[in-house]
């Protein structure tokens, strides 16, 4: 594989640099290597450029930290399966958004890897849950459903496909300007899996998409764990340990747990598997309708509504409501074509609907459909209620998580709700199809039934990102989840925490100045600040509801001028110096080698003893 032939490469580069170092005289001039130990650290004894034939040198510093640290960012990096759709140049942009993520904030990417393990680790458990029941129902074998599954699953590895070329061929249903693939989100894969409708994929094939194996990912862990081995060998030794060093060992913890959570998951795939069947088109329907894909937004006029919110719509970072959400699923009659097309999406009967036992009567010009259920278009009062139920559900979501969202329109007068479209008609008859063939759906889904004005039964479903155009990497609501907005909150911010506890390590290191001492030891502490700061402010947002209202007025653009400055003046200086903090950390990392003590190009006798790599 072309990537592991790279990755090769790239560990025989670092392998070559670290040798010669690791093998040179302990002290420069000396014989005995114990009076390298009376150089204290912070002495005044500095040296710049130094070479590497008889100590430490700087180049093979340098070099080897860096390669150690391309290697932590780019080789641990696992990114989701990309969209047909994607061009060369956007792949390329996505990847070194997230090379750039991994190099001035690694906690990010630790988190992300977390929470798809998370995902991961759950959808397991249901499939395990689940999967002997399919397996008694069919009567086959089926491919063991292993961990890799899991991750696949989690990261767009499974899709709908619809086009001229597929067994489905175009779509009918789905609205104009949809993509023909459509790719099943962690949720939707166990909502697949209740349905009956789990992929019978092997491991083997999940396999072969994956640009790096085993034996590739330790090769990376066995070079960073050298240099970790190195650090502790010189703290042992009471050798001092570069600025470089350090912040390259927070990159080497953070890459230890990216693998850890990553291990099962494929590296780099490009195609996911299309899943086809009879069942294919009903329950996509269903999934099409109850995610965000469904939703419309007119960005223009976001934008122009409120400062927030052009912020949010310029970074397109906001949530759509679902079609099925201002939907509900009422009884259906008897009705013509002519009829179904002119009438809008009330829920009112046809004047000319007649029982069953009349079906025989119709009058001509009608055909005959099985009475059942149908989607309407739910009463604003159902439509309230529901949104306050949202509202109360979004309080335990953590701020990070949380994006303005734009309501779509559920008028009757709209023409958008009525039935004019041959698409939306039959999607909407598919999604009935695929509760009324499901009752899993019903079980899982249904949060609201009543009887309306009409006294007529009125059920209202949940909306859930069950299907997505491509999986984002940054984890959104499609991965599943097991704990509170909370928990998540404290995880991410623990991790930011941690990376900046790492960095003050170095608080009485040598630096080359006193400016670059104070602006390391205040970058490294505000991180940590910044961290510690958003797991009050969630817990605080949880426990005072006041405070999370008006968070989530803010968040919709709905706060008043003073109010709107009252937060915008923190979160754009705290952000500002965030963006300084974290890439002055890792610059002079490299900046400071250009002035250090004498200690730090000695090596501790112990690796001129044991080969290493």
């Known amino acids: 594989m072309a990537a592991d032939a790279l990755l090769l490469q790239t560990y025989i580069i670092i392998i070559i640099t670290t040798l010669q170092p690791s093998f040179a005289a302990p002290v420069a001039n000396t014989s005995d290597f114990n009076a390298g130990l009376s150089v204290p650290r912070g002495s005044s004894s500095l040296v710049g450029f130094v070479g590497d034939p008889d100590q430490r040198g700087t180049y093979s510093l340098v070099i080897s930290c860096l390669l150690t640290l391309i290697l932590c960012v780019w080789s641990a990096l696992h990114l989701n399966v990309p969209h047909p759709d994607d061009t060369i140049w956007y792949r390329f942009g996505v990847n070194t958004r997230w090379i750039l993520t991994g190099v001035y904030a690694p906690e990010l990417v630790v988190f992300t890897a977390w929470r798809q393990w998370s995902s991961a680790r759950i959808l397991g458990r249901k499939v395990r849950e689940w999967k002997p029941r399919l397996a008694e129902s069919d009567g086959t074998s089926r491919n063991k459903w292993t961990m890799a599954h899991n991750f696949y699953a989690s990261t767009g590895g499974f899709a709908f496909e619809f086009g001229e070329s597929s067994r489905h061929g175009k779509h009918t249903f789905l609205p104009a300007g949809c993509p023909n693939r459509l790719t099943i989100t962690a949720r939707g894969m166990a909502f697949l899996d209740h349905c009956g409708h789990l ?72 195609d996911p598997f299309i899943l086809k069947g009879d069942w294919v088109e009903s329950l996509c329907a269903f999934l099409f309708m109850s995610s965000e894909i469904s939703g419309t937004a007119d960005e223009k006029s976001l934008r122009s509504e409120t400062s927030i919110k052009t912020m949010f719509a310029f970074l397109h970072l906001y949530s759509k409501e679902p079609e099925i959400e201002a939907l509900c699923l009422r009884q259906r009659a008897l009705h013509s074509d002519a009829d179904s097309q002119d009438r809008t999406l009330t829920g009112k009967s046809p004047e000319y609907a007649i029982p069953d036992n009349h079906s025989h009567e119709l009058p001509s010009g009608l055909y005959q459909k099985q009475v059942g259920e149908e989607f309407a278009v739910a009463p604003s009062t159902c439509l309230n209620e529901l949104r306050s139920k949202r509202r109360e559900t979004a309080a335990g979501t953590a701020f990070f998580e949380r994006r303005p969202r734009v309501i779509g329109s559920a008028k009757e007068s709209d023409p958008a709700m009525k039935l004019t479209d041959k698409s939306k008609r039959r999607r909407w008859d598919l999604a009935a199809t695929a509760i009324r063939d499901y009752p899993c759906i019903t079980e899982n889904f249904l949060i609201y039934s009543h009887q309306d004005h009409q006294e007529e039964r009125c059920s209202h479903f949940s909306p859930e990102e069950l299907l997505v155009a491509r999986v984002q990497n940054w984890p959104w609501d499609d991965l599943l989840r097991d704990v509170g907005g909370l928990v998540v909150g404290l995880v991410l911010w623990l991790a930011n925490f941690g990376y900046g506890a790492i960095h003050t390590a170095a608080w009485n290191d040598h630096f080359p100045t006193a400016t670059e001492k104070w602006l390391w030891r205040s970058s490294a502490v505000y991180i940590g600040f910044c961290g510690g700061l958003w797991i009050i402010l969630n817990y605080v947002a949880q426990a005072y509801r006041p405070l999370n209202e008006f968070w989530e007025k803010w968040m919709d653009g709905k706060g008043r001028t003073w109010q709107n400055i009252l937060i915008g003046i923190p979160v754009v ?35 001129q003893v044991f080969p290493h790599f």
């Not at 094939?205 to 960073?224: F, M, R, T």
């Not at 703290?235 to 060093?245: D, N, Q, R, S, Y």
């Not at 350090?246 to 850890?260: D, E, G, K, R, S």
């Open 199 to 270: 992929p019978d994929v092997s491991e083997a094939d999940i396999e072969d998409k994956s640009k790096a194996n085993n034996l590739a990912k330790a090769l990376v862990i066995i070079q960073a764990s050298w240099l970790l081995i190195q650090v502790i060998g010189r703290l042992a030794a009471k050798l001092p340990v570069t600025l470089l060093e350090i912040n390259t060992i927070a990159h080497v913890l953070c890459a230890f747990l990216m693998y850890a959570m990553w291990w099962h998951k494929p590296l780099a795939p490009n």
């Open 573 to 607: 200086i705290c952000g500002a110096s965030l963006l300084f903090a974290r890439p002055f950390l890792v610059i002079e990392a490299f900046v400071s080698v250009r002035e250090l003590p004498a200690s730090d190009c000695m090596t501790p006798t112990w690796s």
